[in-house]
């Protein structure tokens, strides 16, 4: 496992809700972070069908293009009773073409869980996984997850994407009503950062 030695990271996302989890994780630990977006850097086309894929491409393609070590987070819901979509896919089953609308994603997966009038709970997961790679080509990954059920309608403002209708296991709040420091404790996010730590930071 390769340590991280330097002073600077590119955080490789675009998602301003992951932004901002992730620099709070960092926080601690005095590193001089910037985004693929403070570096101009164009969103790479998300072409991998798993997390891993997808979080080694974007990785990857911020290192290659920055010459400095680049961490991206690649993430998602999966519902049971849908066979674990959206999964891979969640981002994408937000995209309008004016941009993308969460609420309507959100809609179609409990539309969805209706119509095959799921069980409750209506079992669901966070995943995330992050990719540290550096520009000659090494990369780590680490792999986190929470599990919790998918509830209706949605709640909370806080957070971002799917949080409204998560509701994690054991909790009374869903990840939108949390407070965010409550959701660090118990995220996918930290799950998977909690292990790059302990890789790559120990
Ligand atoms: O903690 C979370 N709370 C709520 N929703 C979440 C979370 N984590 C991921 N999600 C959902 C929304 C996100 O849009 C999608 C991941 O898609 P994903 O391609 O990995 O991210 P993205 O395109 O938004 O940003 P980027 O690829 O630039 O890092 O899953
Ligand atoms: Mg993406």
Same mark, same amino acid.
């Given at each position: 496992m390769r340590k991280f030695t330097g002073d600077k990271l590119i955080? %490789?996302?675009?998602n301003a809700g992951k932004l901002r989890e992730i620099s709070e994780l960092l926080a601690p630990f005095g590193i001089t972070i910037s985004s693929a977006a403070e570096h101009g850097l164009e969103e790479p086309d998300e072409? !991998?069908?798993t997390f891993a894929g997808n979080a080694r491409l974007k990785a990857h393609f911020a290192a290659q293009a920055t010459g400095l070590p680049a961490l991206s987070d690649d993430s998602g819901i999966t519902v049971e009773a849908l066979?674990? %979509?959206?999964? @891979?896919?969640t981002a994408d089953w937000a995209e309008t073409p004016n941009g993308r609308d969460f609420p309507m994603a959100m809609e179609k997966v409990w539309t969805l869980l209706e119509a095959k009038r799921a069980l409750l709970p209506r079992n669901a997961a966070f995943h995330c996984t992050l990719c540290l790679a550096w520009p000659d080509g090494h990369d780590e990954v680490f792999e986190g997850r929470v599990d919790g059920q998918v509830v209706w309608p949605m709640r909370g403002q806080n957070g971002f994407g799917f949080d409204p209708v998560f509701l994690p296991n054991g909790? @009374? !709040?869903t990840f939108g009503e949390m407070d965010p420091a409550r959701k660090h404790r118990m995220s996918h996010r930290t799950d998977a950062f909690t292990k790059l730590v302990q890789g790559c930071f120990g």
């Open positions: 955080l %490789a996302s675009h072409t !991998e069908d066979d674990g %979509a959206p999964g @891979v896919y909790e @009374v !709040e």
